[in-house]
Each structure stands twice: as C-alpha cells, then as structure tokens.
C-alpha cells in the first residue's frame, strides 16, 4: 500500500520577519520530524510574509529571503518540504521550493498572479510557466500556488495528467465571509475532476487589513474532506494519504485520460524524480482523525476580528490599547473584541462625555466596562469644548451652530485618545462601522483618528449580530442590553439620532451593500424595491466621502469588498 | 507634396465628467475645423478622465463612456479624431477611436499595460494584440496609447512597417520632474528608428495625486522636434506634416525594410483605407511656427504645483483654502502656490500661535500675508491648550512633558482650522514637505489633518528653491527672506530646532531619495559616504512612520517616486 504520511503547517508568519518566521519554520520541521511525516508544506511566501508589497522591490529584502531559505533547506535533512519564497532567476516569482534531505530539488513558479481586489501581483511578480511533477518516494506529487488552483483545467490538470496523485496547493488565501464554503467546494470539484489528492495548506494571521484564516484541507481523489486545519489558529495539519486509492480510482474512471489529457496539454509538465526510497508509513503509529469543525456566521467574523486584532497590535510592538467608550454598541464591541485579543489588563475605556451625553450612556459605558474588567477612565470634554468655542466666538460671528461644534466635541475626544496614546504608548482602536464609512458619517480626525479601525469593514446590522452572538457565548449580557436596545445616536447634538441624517440601518446596509459591494448603479438598486429618495441619497454620501476614507486607519477586510487596498476610487470624481 | 495638418487636443478632462468632457471635446472640435485640421487627436481616455481607477468596474460608468463617444462622432463631419475612450467587447479595453466623417471606422486597443508606479491597468484592461494602420487621404497613420510607445520595436515598428507614416501616440503620462527630458530624447528616438513622423498627445491638468503636463510634442522622421504644446496649460498644437519627406527619407535609409521590418512583425497589422480623397492643403493659410519653450528646474515643479492644486480644489468643488501660516518656510511657499492658483481673495492664512512661537513668527507670517494680499486671521492656542493640560493633569500626574504636548499643540491647530473649513466651506491645504513625510516629523491630525498636502513630494531642499524661484520671479522678497534665512522649527517646545531631532535637511534629502525612491539599503547609502548612524536613524524614521503617511491627504506627485498609491508598504513590517 502506497501512503504518504503529509504535515501541513498552517502558521502565523510577519512581512519582514525573516529571524522570527525561520524560527518558527524550524520549530514545525522538528514537530513534524518527531510525528514521521514524509511531505511537510509551508503556506505561500512563509519565509518572507504575505503580501510583502513594495518591499519586494528592495533587492536587500530579495536577499534576506534567499538566505533564510538556506538555513531552512540546512534543516530538513530526512525530510521532504514544501516552502513559499521569493525566487529570483533574472526577475522575481511567487515560487515554491521542493526541499529533499538537505537540498533544494525543484522549484515551481506560480502561474497565475491575481491583480484585482487587494492584490497587486502583476506589479511585482513574473508568471512561471511550468508545471512539473516529482516522484518523492515514488508517489507523484505536483505543487502550485493559490490562484493557480481556482482554475479549471489549470496548472494542477497538468500536474495530474503528467503523474500527480497528490497536488499541494500552499496557499496565502485572505477570508471573507462566505469564501470559506465557495472554497471548499471549489477544492473538493478540482480534486474530483482531476481524481487527485488535494492538499491545500493555507496561511494564518493578520496583516494590516487582510487577516488569513487557516482551515487548510485535504480531499481525496473522489473530493472528500479528508481533514481540516484549525480556523484562526496556527496548526500542524497532519494525515496519511492513501495513494493507491488514486490509482484505483484513475483506473476506474472513464473520464481520466481522455478528457482531463486533452486539457493537460496546456502547460508544459515534467517529471523530476526526487527520490526513489520508499515510504514504510504502515509501521508509524496511526494519526487520530480530527473533528471537522466549521465555524460559521457570526462566530466566524468575530474570530476574525479578534485575530486581526491581536496581530495588527502585537506585530506592530504594541501591548495595550485605548477605546473611547459612548456607551453605543460600536465601541462596545470593539472594547469586547480587544479584550477577547489581548486580555481585559491590555485594553483601557475612556468615556468622554459633553453635555449632549446622556446619563445612561455614560452608566452603559461603565457596566460595559466593568463587564469586560478593564481599566476605565472618565475625561468630560465640556470645559475643552467651551475654550474652543470663546476662541473661535469672534470668527463665528454672525453663524448658526451647525456641524462645525459637532465635529469639534469629536475631535476633542480624537486628541484626548491621542494624548493617551502619545504619554503611556496605547494604541487607539477606532470604532466607525462599514455603514458610517460608507456614507461618510464619522469625523475626520475625531472618531477616525486612531491607528486601527477594527469594525470597518462590518456593516451596523452586523455589529448587532456580533453583540449577540458574543454576549450568547458568554452566556449573560457582557454587552448591557441596554447598549443593544436603545436607537443609535453620535450624541453631539440634544436629542440627536442617527436616523436624523441616514435612513434606517435595516434599510441603509443592503443599499450599501449593492452599490459598494456589488457595483449597482442607483437605478438598478432602485429597480430592487428600494425607495428613490433613500437610494439616491446612499449613493450621494458615499461618493462623496472618498476624502474621508482616504485618511482613515486600516481595518480588518470581512467583506467581498472592503475600503482601502480593495476598492480604489478617485477622490476627485464627477461620476453620479 | 502629400501634407497633412493634424490638430492635437491637449485637454484638462475631469474623471467621471461626462458632460462637461464631451462639452469641451466637441469645442476644440469646432477650434480645429475652423483651423482646417484634417486629423485632430485628443489624450487617452479623454472621454471619460485619467485615471478613472475603480469607476471602470461600474457598468454605467462603461455605458456613459460609450454614449458620450456616440456624441463626439455625431459631431465629427469633415474631420477625421483620434480619442481615448474604454471599449467594450467582452472585457474592457483603453482604447482610441478613430472616427472619420460622422463614423468610426477604427478601434485601437492598448497593447502595454503599465502596471507599476501609480499604474493599475492590469487590474482593468485587457491587452490588445492588433496594430492597423489607416490609411487616410493618402496617408498611413498608426494609433497607439502612452505605454505603448515607450517600447522599441513595439506597436510603433509594427505600425510603420505595415505602412504607417505618422504614428498617433495619445497618452496621459503624469509629471514628475526630469521626465520630460527623458520622454523627449525617447521619443525623437521613436521617430527616427521607425522613421516616421511621431504626434505625441499629452493630456493636462490634475487629478489627485498626479499632475499631467501637457507638453505635445510631433517629431518629424529623423527624430527632430517640430513642435510642442504648452505646459501645464491647455492647448490646440497644430502643424502641417510633410508626408513624402517620410517616404524619401525611408527611401534613401539603409536600414529601413531591413532591420525594421523583421522587428515589425512581432503584432499583427493590418490596414485599412478610410478615406482615398486628397488632400489640399497648400491653399491653407500656414500655421506661423511656435517657440519650443522649455521650463526646466525649479519653474517647472513650481507650475506643476500650482496646477495640481487648483485643479484639485477647484474639481472637488472648493473655492476656498485656508492655510495655517506658521512663519517658516513650508506654509510660506503653500500659500504662495495657493496664491498662484486661485487668487488672493481665495485664500486665507491663518495664524495660531502659542507660548513657544517667537514674535518673529508671528511677524513674518503677516508680513507674507501681506504680501500675497490674503486674508489673515489670528487665533492663539495658548487658552485651548491650558485647558486640555487641566483636564489631563490628573491622568498624566507623574509623567513628564514630552512630545504628547507638542502634537496636543499641532492638533489643536488642526482642529482650528477644520473648524474654520467646517463653518466656513474652506479646504485646508497641508504644508508639510516630503522630508517629513519620511520621517514621520509631522502630527497625524495635527499639521497633518487637511484636504490636500500640497508639498507632500517636495523635500525640504526642494522647497527653498522653490521659494528662491517664485521670489526672483517676483523681482521682490514675497516670501520675507527672514522666512527664507531662519533655521527650520516646529516651535512645539522652547528654542525648539528640526535639527534637534533630524539630520541637517542637506544630509537627510540625499539618504532619504536614495532610500525611499531608489530602494538602495542602509549598508549601500553608508557606501556612499553618508555616516551611518545618520544613515540608520533615518531609515529607521522611515520605516516606523508608515502607518501616518497611509493617514495623510493625498498630495502632488513630482518626483519618480512619491508617497501614496506609487509606494505601497505594509505598515505591519519587520524588515529593517
């Protein structure tokens, strides 16, 4: 019987961090060194981080990349390994070593560079063109990179055809909500289609607005899940793979060899023999099979946020940070989502109230903290906003109050984080939802300052799903239901309610949705069902919110579209 | 003797303007016929505005285009246009039509996307792979866009091969200086290693970040300039082209039809007859002889700003800035190019000064103020400041001052003045030079909290000879020469210095170009002869100030390599 003992190691790595991910590379080989594992893989660019953007323009970097990858091929004597790196043959690739026993036997270059959505690809890389298969053990082993798998009849139909029986797909695959099952039925088809084990290792951790969520999986030859990794977690993914069930099956198949060797023709395929010794897997002790979790929504989003979180401030030599608390439910279920990622002792409530507070709002802000067991700090903005208004009184002569002292109460609220942040080296979560981001109702520099938005790219609607989700997990109100029930209001005027200026957020997210998310034009949103007057006004207030997106901090990508990297407009733009 | 005239268009278009784009393409339509053109060109994607980034996924946005397009040829009797505009057959292309007499009979489709720098094009079009020529009244005429002629023995050789005598190059090639000459030399080159006449159409004006310069230039077949359009103004460049001179020169040149036509046949070209009737252009009135003006350094940066913000301001809606004068260098030379772009009555300045600031500041501000003839306001900070000192006092008890209050200065200036933009509909314009942005030597929501960052590119060396220019142009000290003479300071702290925390700016402009736009790395810039402990700290500068340029305003790019959508670091990064 030919089986293939294979590790897959889903782990946490940090652009630029060639010390630490080499280290944390070498503490994989050993376990799974220790687990008998013949095939360990690495997720795409493990030895550099992903996406390195710009940074792979500094040939020093090139450089750093290439010498990490030699001490990791100096440490996988009795092993076989599959590593993202950098290649540089006259241009640079998104490449992938194939590293026997101590030496580097083959390297693949990836094919399909993506270029839409956050990726800039095409800006950096040169696309390989072959797809060649190593014989390890005389087991057929083909190997691509991420976007390469997404196509049919793509790098890995050549790989089969030319004698894969297992392709590994090392992966860097961004999460949104709704990818994870649209991949796993992509993987399980490719898998059947090209009656090949599919080994698809996937990578974990944030990294400025894109968090990448593991759940690495392999799937048989008939696209069975055979075993999944951890989501949001790092993790040794390990199975023994039944290669003989491919030959059978190939065997059997009708289609095999008529249809997918016609297709295989596209890219040029060898075959590499990298060793012949063979695989005695029978005698290793059994790997125990694994529960194949699945999170789902909510719970899934939130773990995103946490882990996006967590990175964002550790990776970025930050321990603690500081959350204006309104006592609404935006902050607090930013407050909610830093403690669950850095612990209560790491995150610090502030509760700045105006006059226009209202006393439940500060009473909320307190329970909510004292909920969470943080540190909470109360600084009335009054007696600031009042200095500021006898300053300015002269120059305003002749005017009404309008905006301008709204967005002044939040921009002393903005530098009084800041000044937290500068004296005790706090970093400031911002708490603006997708919905506000949307139609531009946050200040600039006022509740926008800060250095990460946690909740960005999550629709108000959703916020509430969150909060519910979260406080039924914990089985009790850790967010008082009073936050949850009462109607949204910024408090920077009497009597203010969101709904004075945006239509309700019942109404207002499947809006946004279409015509951020989806490209919909007013008409066509309109054509849905939704009221003209409510439609035409959401898409006015996005449009011309741009300026403010443009300076906001970066937030975790939990949406087929976020702001930032992934939807690029214009600030100076007449399109209506 | 085969002469044809050609008019180039070179146009200040909006992005996503449709109307007010087709509206001054069908009045330089009306200019050339009155001017007896036979062939008038307009810049890439004039139809819609360059660059329209992320509006190209909006489906109405692609049908606007078309219908505009639709209007130009309804308009085009007697002439025959060359204009940039998305084609859509089945994917998007950035495409030239080539529209004769009320029809169009021909569509080119860029072939080299640029996809580095500020360029996303991968991200939008798909390439061509066709270069016909057409042959009109005579005369064979190739079309091809921007990148595509930046290539040797690209669509240009195809073209002039397949009987192409004057090659059409329209394109929208953003300003940053040095370019020109370099774009000149390459396109004299163009013309004559293909040996054919070169009209290459630049478009003009700003749209965020980018700053197009105009500058039209036809070289004829042995690669001398004919003629040139203004810079940084809108112009209709026309010229009668001698046709047969092409055909003698190609006769009598050794090289032609032998190396040239082997390197041609890299695309496929075809072509196609327009139009057989003749031309008579001898009974025209001749078009008098332009002088070939050349800016040159610092003059043209100077204008180059001065357009990127006017047409920032004036295309986002704005009619006023304000400006926080500060008595240096950096907000002297912002309000003169504000001065220079909307007019006196459209800027005010205004002062805030603290206990720290010197009366000579204070002095010199309003005598630039003066000068410029601009409204000038005072609001000291020292009270705001007092206040937020208060009520922080008990949080910060046991701490020492250090840089929270200097930013807690910066930001109550920022404040101000939004507050003033606010009340009064002003656009704040941002005055720090690019050696800050590098540095991060700058407040985030503080001097850095506005609408546009107009010397954002410009390092601090830069700036003074900016300022000596836009003085010796004025015959007189506009800008006061204490202004000019004074060691630089953020005036944050007593006798405060830049130079207590930054390299002397002639030490750090040279580190921080060979860093930043060059990708040298520290060890090479050492090697250079700079000194490594200036050379480290700098770097390290850089590196740790990411995440407050990805918060900055957007600003005038004019060097290689600017900060924004042309340099795209992770801020999450280890590498030092």
Chains 1, 2 share one sequence.
Not at 227 to 234: L, M, N
Not at 405 to 423: D, F, H, T, V, Y
Request: glycine residues 8%.
């Amino acid at each position: 019987m030919r089986q293939m003992r294979i590790g897959m190691a889903q782990i946490n790595t940090t652009v630029g961090d060639f010390a630490g991910n080499t280290h944390k590379i070498l503490d994989y080989i050993a376990q799974a060194r220790s687990l008998e594992v013949d095939l360990l893989t690495f997720p795409e660019l493990a030895i550099c981080g992903y996406p390195p953007e710009d940074l792979l323009f500094k040939p020093r970097f090139i450089e750093q990349n290439l010498k990490s990858l030699k001490e990791v091929i100096e440490h996988s004597n009795g092993l076989t390994i599959v590593i993202g790196f950098v290649d540089a043959e006259g241009d640079i690739y998104n490449a992938s070593a194939l590293i026997h026993d101590g030496k580097l036997v083959g390297v693949y270059h990836k094919i399909y560079l993506p270029n839409y959505g956050v990726f800039d690809e095409d800006r950096y890389f040169r696309a390989g063109k072959n797809c060649s298969v190593y014989v390890i053990a005389g087991v057929g082993v083909g190997i691509n990179i991420c976007e390469d798998i997404w196509y049919e009849n793509g790098p890995a139909t050549t790989q089969a055809c030319s004698g894969a029986e297992i392709i590994v797909n090392i992966s860097a695959s961004p999460y949104h909500f709704g990818k994870g099952d649209f991949k796993e039925r992509m993987l399980a088809t490719r898998a059947s289609d090209n009656v090949a084990i599919i080994a698809h290792n996937n990578l974990i951790g944030g990294q400025d607005e894109l968090v990448f969520d593991g759940g690495s999986m392999i799937f048989d030859e008939k696209g069975k899940l055979i075993t999944k990794g951890r989501q949001f977690e790092e993790d040794l993914v390990v199975a023994d793979l039944d290669v003989d069930a491919v030959f059978r099956t190939r065997l059997h198949d009708p289609r095999w060899r008529k249809e997918i060797m016609i297709e295989g023709q596209r890219w040029q395929g060898t075959k590499v023999v990298v060793s012949s010794q063979t695989l005695s897997n029978s005698q290793k002790p059994s790997i125990p099979p694994r529960q194949l979790q699945t999170r789902g929504f909510p719970g899934e989003v939130y773990d995103a946020l946490v882990l996006g979180t967590r990175d964002y401030v550790k990776k970025n030599g930050f321990e603690k940070v500081v959350i204006g608390l309104s006592g609404g439910i935006d902050s607090s279920i930013v407050a909610t989502i830093a403690v669950d990622a850095l612990g209560s002792s790491n995150v610090v409530g502030v509760a700045m109230p105006s006059g226009y507070s209202s006393p439940e709002s500060i009473k909320d802000a307190e329970l909510l903290a004292y909920n969470l067991r943080i540190k909470f700090l109360t600084i009335p903005i009054g007696k600031v906003f009042q200095t500021y208004l006898e300053v300015l009184a002269g120059h305003f002569s002749g005017t009404e109050p309008d905006v301008t002292e709204e967005n002044l109460q939040a921009r002393i609220r903005g530098n009084l984080l800041m000044a937290l942040s500068n004296k005790f080296g706090w970093l400031v979560l911002t708490t603006g939802n997708k919905s506000e981001m949307a139609t531009g109702y946050a200040t600039l520099y006022g509740d926008m300052a800060g250095g990460f938005a946690v909740i960005k790219d999550v629709p108000k609607t959703m916020v509430y799903d969150l909060a519910g989700y979260r406080n039924s997990l914990a089985g009790l109100d850790l967010i008082p239901s009073a936050i949850i029930d009462k109607p949204p209001s910024a408090e920077l005027r009497p009597e203010q309610k969101d709904t004075d200026t945006l239509p309700p957020y019942e109404l207002l997210d499947p809006i946004l949705t279409a015509y951020v998310e989806e490209d919909r034009s007013a008409e066509q949103i309109i054509a849905m069902g939704f009221s003209e007057e409510v439609v035409e006004r959401a898409a006015r207030l996005v449009d011309k919110s741009e300026y403010k997106r443009r300076q906001s901090p970066p937030g975790i990508k939990i949406t087929p579209r976020a702001f930032g990297r992934d939807r690029r407009l214009p600030i100076t733009n007449r399109f209506r």
